[in-house]
């Protein structure tokens, strides 16, 4: 039933793959293939529940008959079974329409609006519109949406909720159109990327993925997934014994102007307790004498670091000062890795000379917008930005030549060659001052250990966002939780995954097991 592989597609492409399925399967074979795996996921979500009343929306496309196939076979199961359609059943396509002979032979029950509101339902099965939806909801069927979210029980999206642009995540509208909130959605074929950004993690819920036994031969090569371990787990390596702290490399974050220092030192402490062999607060102001909390690390003036040795993160607390300006002209010139966040990236958007450098460099670089930066660097607004978020991030690694991680909600990392990659950790705990210093650290602190830049980006980011998952789960937080409290959570993932790494390796040779 379900697809484990973590490709993301896109809509043009989800039709060119329908298409050639249809071309070798019966008339009618996809709708109830999808109505079929609706059906069974509904009574897996309902197995521990007595007295089940199901709801069906049914709108005027193929989603409505993927829900009428579902809503037939539930009431075929002895589920109570109601079905409410929205448009003139006659104006249905010819798969919809044979759908709907189904559900008119099976118990289910027809019924109005009025009566929707006079049952209590322990699932509604969202048919209202798929992927093809291309104007905002408004009118009966908004107030119809309004009316199924307030409702407590589970709601399943067939194929993508109600209103969701399945490309971008965004709400089909804007502010002017209508979104059905889902808590589970059931997606077709293959998985979409606005299901796990924008506004699509919010309104998707749990994402279960059915490829509704299509021939794997007819599905192109993706350019974009999701983000998992398996993409970068090839990094992540055991320590050898016979080590030193030189062989981990040094990290030195570039920023810290006056009244500005928190931010360069969160960034330290991460890549200190990440795994960096040395850790420098280069502060381009005058200098704390120590950090009371970390240490270990060495705070120095900007001037007295020699940056050609070192992995850079600069931006964190830098300010926008001519001082600022001029160490990071020196930070874009070296051959080390780099990492470009917070002011670093403001003062490159400012400056077309600073773009042409970072966009020549042939060491690594790896930059790390939220939303505003990014617009600031691609000269447009924030609302362009999240309107196609993939779009952007494609746009800031192929102008700047560099990695570019485009934070928020579903954070994308996207290559210069193209390739793009959704992240499917983290949670709202995020939306907190300092969670993005934490991420430069972290990956300057990969980078330094001798990292891929893409392989890099993609681990901090799962494991930024896994951290903060495993901290709520453990009831600290979303509220209130502190971007210090993340560091010690990514140390304790990172340091996990290496060893389940090492044991994977290591077990099937037949080594004992202590």
């Known amino acids: 039933m379900t697809n484990h592989r973590p490709a993301l597609y896109k809509v043009a492409e989800i039709r060119q793959i329908e298409q050639a399925a249809h071309a070798a399967l019966p008339h009618y074979f996809l709708m109830q293939r999808a109505g079929t795996a609706a059906a069974e996921y509904v009574r897996q979500l309902l197995c521990n529940h007595h007295d089940v009343a199901v709801l069906a929306l049914v709108g005027p496309g193929n989603n409505g008959g993927d829900a009428l196939e579902a809503a037939s076979q539930l009431a075929h199961y002895g589920l109570q079974v109601s079905i409410h359609l929205t448009g003139d059943p006659a104006q249905l396509p010819a798969d919809a329409q044979q ?28 048919g209202l519109f798929g992927i093809g939806l291309a104007r905002a909801i408004t009118g009966e069927i908004s107030d119809l949406i309004k009316q199924i979210n307030s409702l407590h029980c589970h709601v399943l999206a067939l194929d993508v909720p109600s ?36 506004d699509g993690r919010d309104y998707a819920g749990e994402v279960l993925v059915s ?27 055991p320590r050898r014994h016979n080590s030193h702290k030189g062989s981990y490399g040094d990290v030195s974050v570039l920023g810290g102007a006056h009244g500005m220092v928190g931010a360069a030192v969160m960034a330290a402490r991460t890549a200190a307790n990440c795994g960096a062999g040395r850790v420098f607060v280069a502060c381009i102001s005058e200098a704390p004498a120590y950090d009371s909390v970390q240490p270990e690390l060495m705070c120095r003036l ?3 670091i020699d940056f050609d040795s070192t992995t850079i993160v600069a931006g964190p607390g830098l300010g926008d000062s001519r001082t600022a300006h001029d160490f990071l002209v020196k930070a874009l010139a070296t051959h080390t890795p780099l990492v470009l966040d917070a002011d670093a990236l ?28 990014a617009a600031r660097l691609l000269g447009i607004t924030v609302q362009q930005v999240q309107a196609d978020r993939i779009a952007a991030a494609h746009a800031l690694a192929a102008r700047f030549n560099a990695t570019a991680i485009l934070k928020g909600s579903g954070t994308i990392i996207a290559a210069p060659s193209g390739i793009i990659v959704v992240n499917p950790t983290g949670n709202p705990a995020l939306a907190t001052a300092g969670s993005g210093d934490v991420l430069s650290g972290l990956c300057g602190a990969l980078l330094a250990q001798g990292w ?28 209130g939780l502190t971007a210090s409290e993340l560091i010690p959570a990514i140390r304790a993932v990172l340091n996990q995954l290496v060893l389940q790494q090492h044991t994977r390796l290591i077990r099937p040779g037949g080594l004992p097991q202590s």
Do not use: Y
């Open 99 to 126: 759908a709907l002979q189904h559900a008119q032979g099976s118990p289910a029950t027809f019924i109005d609006r009025s009566a929707i509101g006079a049952n209590a339902w322990t699932l509604v099965i969202d």
């Open 163 to 198: 209103g969701l642009n399945a490309d971008s995540g965004t709400i089909v509208g804007g502010s002017s159109g209508s979104i059905i909130r889902a808590t589970h959605t059931i997606t077709f074929i293959g998985d979409k990327p606005g299901l796990h950004t924008c």
């Open 211 to 237: 490829d509704l036994a299509i021939d794997p031969q007819l599905f192109p090569p993706a350019s974009m997934q999701l983000n998992h371990v398996a993409l970068f787990s090839a990094e992540l390596q």
């Open 302 to 304: 900007a001037a007295h």
């Open 346 to 373: 403001n003062l490159v958007s400012m400056e077309a000379g600073l773009q042409q450098r970072l966009a020549a460099r042939e060491a690594p670089a790896l930059m790390t917008p939220h939303p505003l930066e």
């Open 452 to 479: 891929p830049v893409w392989e890099a980006a993609l681990a901090a980011v799962w494991l930024h966002g896994k951290a903060a998952d495993n901290l709520v789960q453990d009831g600290i937080g979303p509220i």
